[in-house]
């Protein structure tokens, strides 16, 4: 008697652990937003989103149409660099497009800015144009420091050394 007792205690601890196991890994599949930027204009926001993972790191881009209430994934990560929070969002001062640049990105030497940060990718929001450098990826063409000139930007962000 008291060994089934026993048994029925194990059993439900276990299925106990089991449920809250399933519910951490199912909480955090959709991920975690680490950076998110608003448009100058007030009508678009980028989401910078952490997919969970052991070993690499990877993310997704998203935008947010805000007049439209609707959200784009334009950009899937390769595996790359930690540590998270060692990148940020430039937006164009007309709103027409943004980079994402960084201290710890996998990329060509070519995307190198003054200090320790490098562009990796670039989104011309009308267009849906994506460029990025990551040595990872084949998918998108990449960019230069050229490319870049071609737009003013916000922030104080200089690409002059």
């Known amino acids: 008697m008291m060994k089934m007792r026993l048994q029925k205690i194990l059993i439900s601890a276990l299925i106990l652990v089991i449920g809250i196991a399933i519910g951490v890994i199912g909480s955090n599949y959709s991920g975690r937003a680490t950076l998110v930027s608003l448009s100058p ?22 935008v947010e149409n805000l007049r439209e209430h609707q959200f784009l994934t334009i950009f899937h990560s390769p595996d790359e660099g930690k540590p998270i929070g060692s990148e940020r969002f430039i937006w164009a001062a007309d709103s027409s497009r943004f980079l994402l640049i960084g201290r710890h990105f996998f990329v060509n030497k070519a995307a ?5 940060e490098y562009l990796y990718l670039m989104y011309e929001v009308r267009s849906a144009r994506l460029w990025c450098n990551s040595v990872q990826q084949s998918m998108y063409p990449s960019f230069s420091r050229e490319d ?14």
Do not use: H, Y
Request: hydrophobic fraction near 45%; avoid cysteine; aromatic fraction near 12%.
């Open 112 to 116: 190198a800015l003054p200090g320790d």
């Open 41 to 62: 204009n007030g009508l678009i926001r980028v989401w910078m989103v952490e997919k969970p993972n052991f070993i690499d790191r990877n993310f997704t881009l998203q």
């Open 148 to 161: 870049v000139l071609t737009s003013e930007w916000q922030n104080d962000f200089n690409l002059e050394a």
